[in-house]
T-cell receptor, first 115, second 115 residues
Framework: DAGVTQSPTHLIKTRGQQVTLRCSPKSGHDTVSWYQQALGQGPQFIFQ???????QRGNFPDRFSGHQFPNYSSELNVNALLLGDSALYLC??????????????FGPGTRLTVT | AQKVTQAQTEISVVEKEDVTLDCVYETRDTTYYLFWYKQPPSGELVFLIR??????QNEISGRYSWNFQKSTSSFNFTITASQVVDSAVYFC????????????FGPGTRLSVLP
């Protein structure tokens, strides 16, 4: 049973460019959340997707956008990259249940470096 | 607004010592969920425990135990007889949403267990 997978592992981009990160959730999960983790800090919530719609968004600008596909996989897009966007981007999947938020399973992350 | 504080930035112990990681949270909701995650050097966040606000029972799992006290808004984590493999960054997290949206993570505590 594959866990959460993310691609690519590492990425180097130039300021002003655009980037797309990909995530495949754990089997049986229908919800994908994205987090940004700067060096030495805790993950910061970007947004969550369920049923191909953005359900909630953290305090991130519109340069950050996403998409969820019918197979529950997801993409995170960042436009007009800034140096401050350099971070580890984590994808987490879970199963949406009215019984409360069950544990989110995290992927290994994509390390984005903006130069 | 929800907030998680982990006052201990770094802790070093010698193998076989017991260690407690502190977590204090802030929320205005009466229903909320608390989590602990471990982030080893490999970078992937590993789920350890979930606790909802209605369940104040302490929990023990092997060498790990958790002490949830609503009166002090704390959810502390104790490792008994620590091992070198316990070396990692530990994050406490809070979610006010029934569907696990918008997890708020604390800044993390880096635990180093020395042989």
């Amino acid at each position: 049973d594959a866990g959460v997978t993310q691609s690519p592992t590492h990425l180097i981009k130039t300021r002003g460019q655009q980037v797309t990160l990909r995530c495949s959730p754990k089997s049986g999960h229908d919800t994908v959340s994205w987090y940004q983790q700067a060096l030495g800090q805790g993950p910061q919530f970007i947004f969550q997707y369920y049923e191909e719609e953005e359900r909630q968004r953290g305090n991130f600008p519109d340069r950050f956008s996403g998409h969820q596909f019918p197979n529950y996989s997801s993409e995170l897009n960042v436009n007009a990259l800034l140096l401050g966007d350099s971070a580890l981007y984590l994808c987490a999947s879970s199963f949406r249940s009215p019984g409360g938020p069950y544990e989110q399973y995290f992927g290994p992350g994509t390390r984005l470096t903006v130069t | 607004a929800q907030k998680v504080t982990q006052a201990q930035t770094e802790i070093s112990v010698v193998e076989k010592e017991d260690v407690t990681l502190d977590c204090v949270y802030e929320t205005r909701d009466t229903t909320y969920y608390l989590f602990w995650y471990k982030q080893p050097p490999s970078g992937e966040l590993v789920f350890l425990i979930r606790r909802n606000s209605f369940d104040e029972q302490n929990e023990i799992s092997g060498r790990y135990s958790w002490n949830f006290q609503k009166s002090t808004s704390s959810f502390n984590f104790t490792i008994t007889a620590s091992q070198v493999v316990d070396s990692a960054v530990y994050f406490c997290a809070l979610s006010e949403s029934n569907y696990g949206q918008n997890f708020v993570f604390g800044p993390g505590t880096r635990l180093s267990v020395l042989p």
